[in-house]
């Protein structure tokens, strides 16, 4: 069982920069691979961003490629994602899911685990 908990969400200029951070409970943390999930007001949820359980391999859908950036720290069993050059269509809330393994998944239904969110609000 792994317990995500979002933090880092708040109200940015257009152009700002922003840090979503996502704690884990439980000791495999490592195991997992993480992504960052997004849902606006009327609309799906859609994929932003995985991180692989080895840190390697990271992926990106097009519309936040170059401004946004995954990470983590098993250490401390956080993931992250840096979130640079702001648009207002990034406005969402925001949230951290995890699956077990090494593999990447874009999918929503690929996460067996899902944080609560944190709402990202970008004016123009």
């Known amino acids: 069982q792994v317990l995500l908990v979002e933090s880092g969400g708040g109200l940015v200029q257009a152009g700002g920069s922003l840090r979503l951070s996502c704690v884990a409970s439980g000791r495999t943390f490592s195991s997992y691979s993480m992504g960052w999930f997004r849902q606006a007001p009327g609309k799906e949820r859609e994929f932003v961003a995985a991180i692989a359980w080895s840190d390697i391999n990271t992926y990106y859908t097009d519309s936040v490629k170059g401004r946004f950036t995954i990470s983590r720290d098993n250490a401390k069993k956080t993931v992250y994602l840096r979130m640079n050059s702001l648009r207002p269509e990034d406005t969402a809330v925001y949230y951290c899911?995890?699956?077990?393994?090494?593999?990447?998944?874009?999918?929503?239904?690929?996460?067996?685990?899902w944080g609560q969110g944190t709402q990202v609000t970008v004016s123009s």
């Open positions: 899911a995890g699956r077990l393994g090494m593999v990447i998944s874009t999918a929503r239904t690929g996460y067996n685990y």
